[in-house]
């Protein structure tokens, strides 16, 4: 850890699983420790550090992110939150029911997670949103601790291929027996269940790749899951 630990601009939403969160000037990546560092001088008053899981420690539903990205999680310390990405999805879960308080793009608003946890692959910002095999190889120390310490998850929602990749490996599956698709369901070896998702970014929401009802299909197969039980 850095001698000189960076002083956050504000504290980030309380972690459900703080137990298992790297340290704010975490030292695993050389290539984002360096781009965290030019961010700080570029834009001193940024979140620019890990970013923390979110949402409730009895969750049963966890949303499996790729990275914090640049103008959202980087920038406020909490987890889609102040950018394109992030208001779909705060949209889809109040929709649901699934949030106390109205999200207003800020880690200060107030919103709270009912019965859903935020877990990123990786917890620092990359270049160009494209983390590095082996990055994410490093973050699996702590994606992977959370993911066993929140218990009562049975349903796991993977926004993307890197995410969907990152439940599989974290569970000891093969990659190959568990094809990536919006809205295929896998049951892992750990009996939780995966949906895949396309990434709610900005880019798939412009060019139609993923589409408001696309979106609500998977929470709301997420939720027939959980009521099945």
């Known amino acids: 850890m850095d001698a000189s630990p960076h002083h956050l601009p504000y504290p980030a939403a309380d972690s459900p699983v703080p137990e298992h969160e790297p340290p704010q000037d975490c030292q695993l990546c050389p290539r ?80 709270q997670l009912k019965g859903v946890a935020i877990i990123n692959s ?13 990055e994410i190889r490093n973050c699996s120390v702590f994606f992977e601790a959370q993911r066993k310490e929140l218990r009562q998850m049975r349903v796991m929602i993977a926004l993307g291929q890197i995410a969907h990749s990152a439940a599989i490996r974290a569970v000891g599956g093969k990659q190959a027996d568990y094809k990536f698709g919006h809205l295929a369901e896998h049951r892992l070896p750990d ?21 408001n009802a696309m979106f609500e299909a998977v929470f709301a197969r997420a939720l027939t899951l959980r009521d099945a039980d």
């Open 32 to 111: 984002l420790v360096a781009f965290r560092e030019e961010l700080r001088v570029e834009h001193p008053t940024w979140w620019n550090a890990p970013v923390p899981a979110l949402g409730d420690r009895e969750a049963w539903l966890g949303i499996i992110g790729l990275a914090p990205g640049k103008h959202g999680a980087n920038r406020t310390g909490r987890p889609f939150t102040g950018d394109f990405a992030g208001d779909l999805l705060f949209a889809t879960l109040g929709k649901f029911g699934l949030t106390d308080g109205v999200y207003r793009a800020d880690a200060r608003d107030g919103v």
């Open 122 to 134: 990786v917890k620092c910002l990359p270049p160009a949103n494209k983390p590095l095999p082996e």
């Open 191 to 211: 009996g939780r269940i995966l949906i895949d998702s396309y990434h709610c970014s900005r880019y798939n929401q412009n060019t139609g790749r993923l589409t």
